[in-house]
């Protein structure tokens, strides 16, 4: 099946912009989505970026696609201890089950004061 | 604005126990999907619906089973519960509309297998 890595665990000072990365095999891929997860909660969409374009920015998260190298990232500005969470990647491609999505196994973000 | 509702927020079960976990969205959503997220490995598909009286299998559907009888409820069922079953478990929902439209999640069941 089709796989989304990210690196595991990214830590931070407070201020500083965190960048969180992705990769991605499927290259059918249409949509490409960020998740943030409090502990204890749900999953909240953040940002997603469609496959034609590299880049999108909202606020404070930018997010950039290289869709030859399959790679996405988000980038937090002037990152906030209300940052600390776990950041999902995840993919929507034509070769996904029932069009459903693909979800990277999660970067945990610590943010120091 | 209720969303995607699951029940219970936690369990306890012994191995070999039966359970049905809940979910119900007020959206009128097509889509409807199971999730299990096990540390490191991110969210993967049990079993998902695009509409009432469909269902298929995702990417991990064995020991589960799943039933859509209206739009607003999609139940997920483990007949024999293993340790190897706890997790915890999440519903989302979208609409039917291909696009960007996002899934919406519910806030998830734990669950621990003893």
């Known amino acids: 099946g089709e796989d989304v890595e990210q690196s595991l665990f990214l830590s931070v000072r407070e201020g500083d912009s965190s960048v969180i990365n992705c990769t991605y095999t499927?290259?059918?891929?249409?949509?490409l989505y960020w998740y943030k997860q409090e502990p204890g909660a749900g999953l909240q969409l953040l940002t997603y970026i469609f496959s034609n374009m590299d880049m999108k920015q909202d606020q404070r998260l930018t997010v950039l696609l290289n869709k030859k190298d399959k790679h996405l990232s988000l980038r937090i500005a002037d990152t906030q201890t209300g940052d600390s969470a776990i950041y999902f990647c995840?993919?929507?491609?034509?070769?996904?089950?029932?069009?459903?999505?693909?979800f990277g196994g999660g970067t945990r973000l610590m943010v120091k004061p | 604005n209720a969303g995607v509702t699951q029940t219970p927020k936690f369990q306890v079960l012994k191995t070999g126990q039966s359970m049905t976990l809940q979910c119900a969205q007020d959206m009128n959503h097509e889509y409807m999907s199971w999730y299990r997220q096990d540390p490191g490995m991110g969210l993967r598909l049990i079993h998902y619906?695009?509409?009432?009286?469909?269902?298929d299998q995702g990417e991990v559907p064995n020991g589960y089973n799943v039933s859509r009888s209206t739009t607003e409820d999609f139940p997920l069922r483990l007949l024999s519960a293993a340790p190897s079953q706890t997790s915890v478990y999440f519903c989302?929902?979208?609409?039917?509309?291909?696009?960007?439209?996002?899934?919406?999640f519910g806030d998830g069941t734990r669950l621990s297998i003893l």
């Open positions: 619906s695009v509409g009432a009286g469909i269902t």
């Open positions: 499927d290259s059918s891929s249409t949509y």
């Open positions: 989302a929902s979208r609409p039917l509309q291909s696009g960007n439209q996002p899934q919406h």
């Open positions: 995840a993919e929507r491609g034509r070769n996904n089950a029932g069009n459903m999505l693909t």
